[in-house]
């Protein structure tokens, strides 16, 4: 028999928690999450990388989480993603590289590099 632990449930739906136990639920994982990219930023600018289009873009989105506007999670998805309307002419590769960058931005990037993704 498998030794898993059982799921916490809340005794109500999320819709009628009160506040409190909105936090209680979710604060613990998302303190979490919180530390690791501060962990990553810390790790691209010790190896000096921190000038990387995509962690200018986690700096960047970051800010967006205490500028004390609503809807974050949408606005910091834009912020992440492309905002072009119209397909590339020549693909710029397969993976997708998780924020935006200008092609004028890439195009700086050199022979063999990913010009331009999401």
Known sequence: ????R?????????GTASPREIVDLGFVPVRARLIEV??????????AAADDFRCA??????????DG???RA?????KLSDPT???ETVSSGKAALGAWRPAAAAAGQGK???RKGK
Do not use: N
Not at 1 to 4: D, G
């Open 1 to 4: 028999m498998s030794k898993t």
């Open 6 to 14: 059982p799921t916490r449930r809340s005794a109500r739906p999320l």
């Open 38 to 47: 501060a962990a990553f930023l810390d790790r691209a600018e010790r190896y």
């Open 57 to 66: 873009a986690l700096r960047e989105a970051a800010a967006l989480l205490v």
């Open 69 to 71: 506007r609503p809807e």
């Open 74 to 78: 949408r606005r910091i998805l834009e």
């Open 85 to 87: 309307t119209q397909p």
């Open 112 to 114: 063999g590099k990913v």
